[in-house]
């Protein structure tokens, strides 16, 4: 039952990296075709409008629909209709004039800006998602993210592929954000029509509600979302935007959107692991179960945070110029200083997940705030005399400093770093993976980009299948772990990574034999 249980709960939230990687994907896609057919000049502007638009929508509207949809779901859970009803009408209020002040910001902003009607677009895009996100916090409560999580997912990807449409047939900066608008709309109104099937048998007469403890908890919501949005996102092009030009913009948000996607990858499904973890350990109710959980979901992390780092390191400057052209040859050089920044980002972002999920939340602040500024400080102070390299060396301070604290935390699980023998052995994965690589790419630099980043890739993909089957990237009973979690169709992906004989013979075993014992 515990594995079941393990195994439903990591399925249902893949539906969440799905919904975090492929508007990814899309967005590298506009990324390049706004490169390619509008310039670096625009593409930077571009860059910073998404960047700012994102950061004033999270901190008013997305902090206000995780506070309200927490809050909705306990009520729910307790069985208390007019709590529920109170903060079904106060969530509304709340996020009407939440969108409202994110439009004016925003239009605000860019008022005193070329192309402000781009930035107008942006803040309408706000107002329509904050609209959207209230009838979409009563779900969640109800249903959970399975109930909005495809729906975003379609109006994202929706959104980027009508603006490289637009950008294609000639349209220019703002005919992307008014194709945003319209996926926008969309999802809006489809929220609002499955909302309003519940409302029959959920309208209650609303209960007392005391407002200082919602307001707190969205305070924390709003400051968490903050230090995120500085430390994991992109806060160096604001001070680019400010003191450099709109290439350098594009160069290093090029970069960023390289890096982003590659990471987000592993990221996620370390994230989407976790409830599943914790599910498991909580219902053993035993601490020691937990943190064996946890012990080899670590060494999954960092196995993840090698591979993609070596991949990132070899195949990155030639992914640039072969996707955005040799104006963004710049952009090929810093990819692999922020690539090995995120080595450890998978491990962070589990220790991260795991503070939250105990109720921890200092751990995640103090370190967020500290690494916040880190980084701001010295984007402050190297950008306007050294511009780009003094972004990246921002960033880069920035992310090992999170890194650092949330290692540091993790002396409070016993064993969870694994052994220095370990730790080697994915260091000479990293150096054979990207040397394999980086060789394969400099050999075939004659016969043109797009060869040579076919060929590295062959290379890449060809050691890491032959050193997974040979010495194995995990442990056997790592595999096992992993056995009990993946559906099905995904654990032929097992043969890669602990040994293809290993493999086959946990497959020949009794399914219940193949339900680990935990160890701390």
């Not at 970069?255 to 982003?260: D, P």
């Not at 973890?277 to 946890?294: I, M, R």
């Not at 994915?426 to 050999?443: D, E, I, P, R, S």
């Not at 993946?486 to 290993?502: C, E, K, N, V």
Request: charged share 10%; hydrophobic share 60%; glycine share 10%.
């Amino acid at each position: 039952m515990a594995a079941l249980s393990r195994r439903t709960a990591f399925a249902g939230a893949l539906w969440n990296v799905a919904a975090m990687v492929f508007p990814l994907v899309s967005t590298l896609l506009l990324s390049v075709v706004i490169g390619r057919h509008l310039g670096s000049a625009v593409l930077g502007e571009q860059s910073v409008i998404a960047y700012l638009g994102g950061l004033v929508g999270t901190l008013v509207v997305m902090a206000a629909t995780n506070c309200t949809t927490q809050v909705l779901a306990a009520a729910a859970g307790a069985d208390d209709p007019g709590r529920f009803a109170s903060v079904a009408r106060l969530t509304r209020r709340v996020h009407l004039v939440g969108g409202l002040v994110a439009c004016a910001v925003l239009a605000t902003i860019g008022s005193g800006r070329d192309m402000a009607w781009a930035w107008v677009l942006i803040g309408l895009v706000s107002l329509i998602d904050a609209l959207g996100w209230a009838h979409a916090s009563r779900l969640i409560a109800l249903e959970g993210w399975r109930a909005v999580s495809p729906l975003r997912l379609v109006s994202q990807i929706a959104g980027t592929l009508l603006g490289v449409g637009a950008v294609l047939l000639g349209g220019g900066l703002p005919a992307v954000f008014a194709a945003q608008v319209l996926s926008s709309t969309w999802l809006t109104l489809t929220l609002r029509r499955r909302d309003r099937r519940h409302r029959p048998g959920l309208d209650a007469a609303p209960g007392p509600l005391e407002l200082r403890p919602l307001a707190r908890l969205w305070s924390l919501f709003a400051l968490g979302a903050l230090l995120t949005q500085v430390v994991n996102k992109r806060i160096e092009l604001v001070f680019l935007d400010a003191f450099s030009s709109a290439h350098d913009v594009a160069v290093y948000a090029v970069a960023f959107t390289v890096i982003s996607v590659a990471v987000t990858v592993p990221s996620s499904l370390v994230g989407a692991a976790q409830p599943a973890v914790t599910a498991a350990a909580g219902a053993a109710g035993s601490e020691a179960e937990l943190h064996g959980h946890l012990q080899r979901a670590a060494r999954l992390a960092i196995v993840a945070g090698f591979v993609f780092t070596a991949g990132l390191v070899a195949l990155g400057p030639v992914l640039v110029t072969t996707l955005w052209g040799a104006q963004f040859a710049e952009t090929g050089r810093i990819v692999p200083w922020l690539a090995v920044a995120m080595l450890g980002t998978p491990l962070a972002v589990l220790l991260d997940v795991y503070w939250t999920a105990v109720n921890r939340l200092r751990v995640v602040l103090v370190t967020g705030a500290v690494s916040a500024v880190i980084d701001v400080g010295l984007a402050a102070a190297l950008v306007p005399s050294f511009g780009v390299p003094g972004a990246v060396a921002a960033n880069v301070a920035g992310q090992l400093a999170w890194l650092a604290g949330l290692l540091l935390s993790s002396r409070r699980i016993p064993g969870l770093l694994p052994p220095a023998a370990f730790l080697l052995r994915c260091v000479g994965v990293l150096v054979t993976l990207g040397g394999a690589a980086w060789g394969a790419t400099a050999l075939l630099a004659p016969a043109g980009p797009l060869v040579s980043l076919a060929g590295g890739g062959i290379a890449f993909l060809a050691v890491l299948a032959a050193l997974g089957r040979t010495v194995g990237l995990l442990t056997g009973p790592d595999i096992e772990w992993l056995d009990g979690l993946l559906p099905a169709f995904a654990r032929p992906a097992l043969d890669a990574m602990g040994g293809i004989a290993w493999a086959r013979s946990v497959r020949s075993r009794p399914a219940v034999e193949r339900v680990p014992a935990p160890t701390a």
